[in-house]
């Protein structure tokens, strides 16, 4: 049945699916994650919701979009939704932040069901605009243009915008170019948050959060280069 595979092919490729998403539609996903198996409650519109989630949001040759390719959306199935699902939020806690809704859900599961999209989002913002960043001042020094695509910029709750610190180069240089490779791949204009979160999170191929790795020697920077990759790859 094709729904019922492709949410049962989700937990091997969770965080490549997340990734592929973007930060609002992987809150979304996981949101409905959390409404799956629920005792006496009709599944039908959060799996059709996933499926149009997974369909508009993965590639075609993506090994989860594949399973949706046939099949009936909704046939009965003997699938354990409430048993995947549990897998899934297994496996959140498991990744900690390695994912943009990570930091969220490892803390625990919520006494009063699964966040909601906005909590996620705000939860996610407010760990990144945590971390050192430039105003549009000091970026202009570095001679970045604001507008530049491959830079990622963060709204703030007042309203004004930050600059993530580890983009740019020591020396007032510029970005660094395997950042400006990576935040083009990923689609850091389309995605900021999600992008910065990649960056600023454990990464499990990785074993290190992403930005620490930045200015070591070039076997690093190919390492970061290949693992963004991976998460535009079917796996």
Same mark, same amino acid.
């Given at each position: 049945?094709?729904?019922?595979?492709? &949410?049962?092919?989700?937990?091997?490729?969770?965080?490549?699916?997340? +990734?592929?998403?973007? @930060?609002?539609?992987?809150?979304?996903?996981?949101?409905?994650?959390?409404?799956?198996?629920?005792?006496?409650?009709?599944?039908?519109?959060?799996?059709?919701?996933?499926?149009?989630?997974?369909?508009? +949001?993965?590639?075609?040759?993506?090994?989860?979009?594949?399973?949706?390719?046939?099949?009936?959306?909704?046939?009965?199935?003997?699938?354990?939704?409430?048993?995947?699902?549990?897998?899934?939020?297994?496996?959140?806690?498991?990744?900690?932040?390695?994912?943009? =809704? %990570?930091?969220?859900?490892?803390?625990?599961?919520?006494?009063?069901?699964?966040?909601? =999209?906005?909590? &996620?989002?705000?939860?996610?913002?407010?760990?990144?605009?945590?971390?050192?960043?430039?105003?549009?001042?000091?970026?202009?020094?570095?001679?970045?243009?604001?507008?530049?695509?491959?830079?990622?910029?963060?709204?703030?709750?007042?309203?004004?915008?930050? !600059?993530?610190?580890?983009?740019?180069?020591? +020396?007032?240089?510029?970005?660094?170019?395997?950042?400006? =490779?990576?935040? %083009?791949?990923?689609?850091?204009?389309?995605?900021?948050? +999600?992008?910065?979160? !990649? !960056?600023?999170?454990?990464?499990? !191929?990785?074993? @290190?959060?992403?930005?620490?790795?930045?200015?070591?020697?070039?076997?690093?920077?190919?390492?970061?280069?290949?693992?963004?990759?991976?998460? %535009?790859? @079917?796996?």
């Amino acid at each position: 049945m094709a729904i019922e595979d492709a &949410i049962k092919a989700l937990p091997e490729h969770w965080n490549d699916v997340l +990734g592929q998403l973007g @930060a609002e539609k992987a809150a979304e996903l996981t949101d409905l994650i959390g409404r799956l198996g629920s005792p006496g409650s009709d599944n039908r519109p959060v799996l059709a919701r996933i499926s149009s989630l997974l369909v508009a +949001g993965l590639p075609a040759r993506h090994p989860v979009r594949r399973a949706l390719a046939g099949g009936y959306l909704l046939a009965p199935s003997a699938t354990d939704l409430a048993e995947v699902a549990a897998v899934l939020r297994q496996r959140l806690q498991a990744d900690g932040s390695a994912t943009v =809704v %990570g930091a969220v859900l490892a803390s625990g599961p919520s006494t009063s069901g699964p966040p909601a =999209v906005s909590e &996620i989002l705000r939860a996610v913002t407010a760990r990144l605009l945590a971390a050192p960043a430039y105003s549009a001042g000091e970026v202009r020094a570095h001679d970045v243009e604001l507008d530049d695509p491959a830079l990622i910029q963060l709204p703030r709750p007042d309203g004004g915008v930050q !600059w993530p610190a580890f983009q740019f180069a020591p +020396g007032r240089a510029g970005l660094l170019p395997v950042v400006r =490779v990576i935040n %083009g791949m990923l689609g850091a204009a389309a995605d900021p948050v +999600g992008v910065a979160d !990649w !960056w600023l999170s454990r990464n499990g !191929w990785l074993g @290190a959060q992403p930005s620490l790795l930045l200015g070591r020697d070039r076997d690093s920077d190919d390492q970061l280069i290949s693992a963004a990759r991976a998460v %535009g790859s @079917a796996v």
